[in-house]
């Protein structure tokens, strides 16, 4: 039998995939980026509003414990008089004394909420001076400036050069420059120290606390004790009620403008270029929450401040980071 040719119709076979079209080798060295984890619970956590229905729970709740409470307190210290009148008289003058210190407590918290409505008083005047250019409401907004800080001896020079420049003055803007400068400028650079160190504290406990909800609750601490810090500075002491609405304020505004979210701007560098590539998965975890702590910052500096940020410029997160962190992981930024 004779064999001739075979004829192949290589129109109907798949040709091989080439090189270029397999997948990309996984690199398993290439660490997963940091996302701030810590500070992303924190804000979360921070933010969230319960629901009417759960604080008309607590509300009764408490109301109801404070009922029985009472009852039973009268009831003992009652009793006690009945059998030994010189313990029962003793147990209700601690009574007395308890009552008299939770009325204290909360009368401060009034004070304190009473001092950041002034605050955010002020802001908005200022900010209806500005857009009308309205030079009389801008004297009522520096007057009131003067009498908030009448009382403290770090802004005494700034208060005396304002007296000096301010009749030189003729539109709101210019005025509330002025003020702006002299007066809030010093308290400016002392809220952002607290913002830096606040930003090292919780960089440097993510990096080396490994335990567990450790950089959760260090995060949540640091954060609180600045934002109460940066109000005091501003003339807005907080009580703990105070300090958590002023918490619940700014992680709001963070939450809803995307703000804590890694990727846009500063931390979108950090997080994708060399630096944190060399480092650790703990370290970059601890940069980006010293970053999104700083941010923090920032936005309570804006909710405590009396002024908007005009003359001044607004303190950057990218240089408060690096300057923050430089010394602590290497070169921060």
Not at 108 to 132: C, N, V
Not at 168 to 177: K, P, R
Not at 287 to 313: D, I
Request: charged share 20%.
């Amino acid at each position: 039998m004779t064999k001739g040719p075979i004829l192949f119709d290589l129109d109907e076979t798949e040709a091989a995939p080439g090189p270029d079209a397999a997948p990309p080798v996984p690199d398993p060295e290439m660490p997963e980026a940091p996302e701030g984890r810590a500070m992303l619970t924190v804000a979360t956590l921070a933010a969230r509003r319960p629901s009417r229905l759960a604080r008309w729970f607590w509300g009764l709740l408490l109301t109801l414990l404070g009922a029985v409470l009472s009852v039973a307190a009268w009831d003992f210290a009652m009793g006690l008089i009945g059998r030994w009148p010189v313990v029962g008289y003793a147990i209700s003058a601690l009574i007395v004394a308890v009552l008299v210190l939770l009325l204290a407590i909360a009368v401060k918290e009034l004070a304190a909420f009473a001092r950041l409505g002034r605050l955010d008083t002020l802001f908005r005047k200022a900010e209806e001076a500005l857009s009308g250019d309205d030079l009389g409401k801008a004297r009522e907004v520096t007057r009131d400036l003067v009498k908030l800080y009448s009382g403290r001896e770090d802004t005494r020079w700034g208060r005396e050069r304002l007296a000096e420049a301010q009749a030189d003055q003729f539109d709101a803007a210019a005025l509330l420059g002025v003020a702006e400068t002299e007066l809030l400028g010093p308290l400016d650079a002392v809220a952002t120290r607290e913002v830096e160190a606040a930003a090292r504290q919780v960089a440097a406990v993510t990096a080396v606390v490994p335990l567990a909800l450790a950089d959760v609750a260090a995060a949540l601490t640091a954060n609180l004790r600045m934002i109460r810090r940066i109000a005091e500075i501003y003339g807005g002491r907080s009580g703990t009620l105070g300090s958590w609405r002023l918490a619940r304020a700014v992680m709001t505004h963070l939450v809803a403008t995307g703000a804590v979210a890694v990727g846009d701007d500063m931390l979108g560098s950090i997080a994708g270029g060399g630096v944190l590539s060399r480092l650790s998965r703990r370290f970059g975890e601890g940069v980006v929450n010293g970053a999104l702590t700083a941010r923090v910052g920032v936005a309570a500096m804006e909710v405590c401040r009396p002024l908007p940020f005009a003359r001044v410029r607004r303190p950057s997160v990218t240089s408060l980071v690096r300057r923050a962190l430089t010394g602590l992981f290497g070169q921060g930024g």
